[in-house]
């Protein structure tokens, strides 16, 4: 009988032990649990609210829009500004010179992070002038040469009204290869040791051992690259004398700055100017423009999401 009653208890108090078993039960636990679900909800809703509103005005009629009736649902729902948009050379061009701006600077700023970052992950053993180096690129985090300096460089090359002129000047994100380096300081020695004795070079270690190993690390300062080359607009400015070799984000805050002169300016003057005025506002035709420019970065993120926190935790910290 006593073997009876004691296991029973044993099981229950077993049961009461459990981890994380008291932290579920716990009526303080569960408030933080609905406060802070709450106040992230708020927090997402407030960081979306102004993409809908720029939607619902892109979908809006100009008069809706010109009397501030707009908020998060269209009135007046149309396609004009839309279509107006896709008859628009200008946008385009744009759009075109941005893609073929990210197509080239990514690759770069990814060869050249890894090419810079796993020599200077090596131990000072394996190389000694690793300090020197390391140094060097983290000097220009704190200081850099200036704008005039930049721009004197870049004229000076013959990059002005170039693609290499948007790509070059920052080849090399100092931060990104900081995180690749770290994340390659903390993996094991016996990888590379294991494949230089089945005679690998070092780069075929580099291509078939480290960089697979590195996937989400690299994904993350991917998009880095891709976020900065795509939302840049002040080198294009800068380094473009001509409109027509804006990339898209400069071509769009052109027409945030002048919105009347950018209306008339893509209208076709030999065609109804009237007839296009009458139809659109210069803000709903540029809310149409800014959502069109976002649309990459909201395709392209969810998918590097996953990758996204592993990268960054494991890249930022040395285990």
């Not at 390659?184 to 004795?197: G, Q, T, V």
């Not at 939302?231 to 769009?252: A, K, V």
């Amino acid at each position: 009988m006593t073997n009876e009653n004691t296991e029973p208890r044993k099981k229950n108090a077993i049961q009461r032990k459990k981890p994380g078993s008291q932290i579920k039960d716990s009526v303080s636990r569960r408030i933080f649990l609905v406060c802070n679900t709450v106040f992230l909800l708020v927090v997402a809703l407030i960081c979306i609210a102004p993409f809908i509103n720029l939607l619902a005005v892109s979908f809006s009629n100009k008069i809706a829009v010109a009397g501030g009736d707009v908020t998060f649902w269209p009135i007046g729902f149309t396609l004009v500004s839309y279509n107006f948009i896709t008859n628009t050379s200008n946008f385009t061009r744009a759009l075109v010179i941005s893609i073929e701006r990210v197509a080239l600077g990514v690759p770069v700023n990814l060869l050249l992070i890894i090419l810079t970052a796993y020599p200077l992950s090596k131990s000072k053993e394996d190389f000694k002038a690793r300090g020197i180096f390391s140094w060097f690129f983290v000097v220009t985090i704190l200081f850099n040469a200036g704008l005039i300096p930049t721009y004197m460089v870049v004229k000076t090359t013959g990059l002005m009204d170039t693609l290499w002129a948007l790509v070059l000047p920052g080849a090399v994100p100092v931060f990104s290869m900081l995180v690749v380096m770290n994340y390659m300081r903390s993996l094991p020695k016996e990888l590379e040791e294991a494949a230089f004795i089945d005679g690998a070079t070092h780069w075929q270690t580099l291509l078939r051992v480290i960089i697979p190993v590195c996937a989400p690390t690299i994904a993350t300062v991917a998009l880095f690259s891709f976020v900065a080359h795509w939302n840049s607009w002040f080198d294009g400015m800068l380094y473009m004398n001509m409109n027509t070799h804006y990339p898209l984000q400069t071509y769009l805050q052109t027409c945030v700055v002048n919105p009347e002169e950018f209306l008339k300016s893509n209208t076709d003057m030999s065609g109804n100017l009237a007839k296009f005025l009458a139809l659109v506002s210069a803000r709903t035709t540029i809310a149409a423009q800014m959502f069109l420019a976002m649309v990459p970065i909201l395709c392209i993120y969810p998918w590097l999401q996953k990758y996204f926190t592993t990268g960054l935790v494991m890249g930022s910290v040395k285990g």
